[in-house]
């Protein structure tokens, strides 16, 4: 079973968005979560971190369908929520 974390997660989403890790592996990496049976207590337990790993398991959309990966601006208000910079909203 993978352990997630708000850490590891901000850690992933961060090398993400400085360009140090690649679209494909943080995909793969949220993946490994998603189908997890982690993953839906997660989504009771933490919404924020739930919320943020799917959005990461979004990136994998290509061609047509990009239309549907979460925006630069998206993945930086998870990122801010996460850093505790502002307030997690659904």
């Not at 997630?4 to 690649?22: A, F, N, P, W």
């Not at 997890?36 to 799917?54: A, G, I, M, P, Y």
Request: hydrophobic fraction near 35%; aromatic fraction near 8%.
């Amino acid at each position: 079973m993978m352990t997630v974390t708000r850490e590891k997660t901000l850690e992933m989403l961060h090398d993400y968005l400085e360009g140090k890790i690649s679209k494909e592996i943080v995909h793969q990496w949220a993946l490994k979560i998603v189908v997890s049976n982690e993953f839906d207590k997660l989504r009771v337990e933490d919404e924020l971190l739930s919320e943020t790993v799917h959005a990461l398991f979004d990136l994998h959309h290509e061609g047509g369908d990009e239309k549907f990966n979460p925006t630069i601006e998206e993945l930086e208000y998870y990122k801010n929520c996460l850093e505790g910079k502002i307030k997690f909203k659904k």
